[in-house]
C-alpha cells in the first residue's frame, strides 16, 4: 500500500520539475534567442523543449512569397551544436547549417509559397560514459515583408 | 508505474504523432506525413501562421481596412467556457494585429482589453499586464513597438497554456487566429475583382497550412472541445481540397547582395469562383458559432 503514497509524491516530483524545465526554456528562449531575430519581427509563436545529445526534432511551417523569414535555433551553452536541416515537400535538402558553421539564424525568401520541414538535431559530445547532456532547444521565426 | 507516468507527462507535452510513410507526390502533398521518417523525431512542432503574420499576410496584398469585420469587444462579456475563451484570445489577437497594422489607434487599446479580458479568463498570469497596456497606449503611433507587444503578449498566452499542461487550450487559440485570418481575408475579397487578386492567392496559400492545423488537432483528440473543432476543420478541409496546388521543384540561390537565400520556383494554382463562394460561407459559418 505504501507505493500508492509514494506514487503521487514522484509524480508530484515529476510534474513541477517538468514545468521548471519548461519555464526555464521560455526564459532562455526570450534572452538568447529573440535577439537573434535582429530586425525580423517575431512571429508570436512559442516552440521550444527540452531535447537531450543526439535527439531530434521537426517542425512544419508554411512560409508565403513575398514575405522575408529569418529562422534562429539556439540551443543552451551546454548542448553541443545544433544541426538543422531545411527540407521542401520532395524531400529536397534546401539548407544545412552544417554547411555554415552550425550558424544559428538562416535568412531567406520564397518565390511561391511552401511547407518546409525544418529537421533539428542536438549533435553529441561523443563521450563515452559520461552522461549526455540536455538543454533547452528554441526555434524562433521572425518576418518582414519584402519591398 | 511512475515511469508510466513519466512517460505520459512527456506524451503531453509533445503533442506529437508518429511518423507514417506515404508516397510523396511532386505536388504538394495531402498530409505532412508524406514527409517520409527514417528515425522518429522526439518532438515534434506543427507550427500554424500566428495572428501577427496573418494580419501581415493580408496587409501586404494591399486589401483596405474594414473595421466592420472584426469581432465586435462588446461580445467579450459572453465568453465564459475555457474554449470560447481560447478560441477569441485568437480571434481578438488577430484583430488586434489587423488593427495594429492599419494603426487604428483606438481599436488596439480597444482589441488588446478584450484579449487581456480572455486570458485573464484562462487563467494565463502576466500574459496581459497592466505595464504592457501603458506601454502600448505610450506607443500608439509606433507601429514596430505595437507590433513587438502583440507578438510578446501573444507568445506569452501560447507559452503559458503549453507550459501548463494546457496544450488543447494553446492548439484552439492557434486555431482562433488562424480562422480569423482566413475569414477576414475571404470577407474582403470582391467577386468582380477575383482573377488576378493576391489576397486571393492568399487564401489558396492557407490550403498548405490545414493539414498543419489538422495535426495539431489531433495532437489533442479526445478533449471534448478540440474533437468539435475537428469535425468543423475537416469539413473546411473538403472544400480546400477542391483548390489545386502544384510546384515545380525548389531550387535554393543565394543573393549575395541581401546575403538571403532565395527559394526558386513556380506555382501553378486554381481556385474556381464558386470554390471561393463556397469556402468563403462555410469559414463565416464556423466563425459565427465561434464568436456567438
Known sequence: MRIFKIIPVL???????????????????????LPE?????????????VLVEGEEAELYKTFYSDMDYKVAICGEEKLPDIEFTVLDASKNVLYSNKDANYA???EFRLESSQQLKLLIKVNSFNKPGDAPSSGCVSIMFGFKINK | MVLLFAGLLTGC?????KAVNEEVTMAFPKDTAAFENIKKAEKIFNALP???????????TGAKFDKTLLNPITNANSYVTNKSMA??????????????????????????NAAKKMADGLGILKAIDQPTI????????????????????????NSYLEENGQPAMATIVLLGGWFEGLYISTQLIDMKDFNGNKLVGRIIDQKLSIDILLNLLESSKGDTSVDELIIQVKRLNLIFDKISISTSKVRPEYDTKSNTTVLKSQVKTNMTPEVFKELASTVAEIRSTFIK
Open chain 2, 50 to 60: 500566428s495572428p501577427l503574420e496573418s494580419a501581415m499576410l493580408i496587409k501586404s
Open chain 2, 134 to 157: 501603458d506601454k502600448l497606449e505610450e506607443n500608439i503611433n509606433n507601429s514596430q513597438v505595437i507590433m513587438d507587444i502583440v507578438s510578446e503578449t501573444f507568445m506569452n498566452s
Open chain 1, 104 to 106: 544559428k539564424t538562416w
Open chain 2, 87 to 112: 478560441l477569441n484570445l485568437g480571434i481578438y489577437t488577430c484583430d488586434l494585429s489587423f488593427a495594429s497594422l492599419y494603426e487604428q489607434t483606438q481599436l488596439i487599446i480597444d482589441y488588446m
Open chain 1, 11 to 33: 509524480a508530484l516530483i515529476l510534474f513541477t520539475s517538468s514545468n521548471n524545465a519548461d519555464a526555464q526554456c521560455k526564459a532562455f528562449a526570450r534572452k538568447v534567442c
Open chain 2, 13 to 17: 507535452k509533445s503533442g506529437g504523432k
Open chain 1, 37 to 49: 531575430l535582429g530586425a525580423f519581427t517575431h512571429d508570436g509563436n512559442y516552440h521550444a523543449a
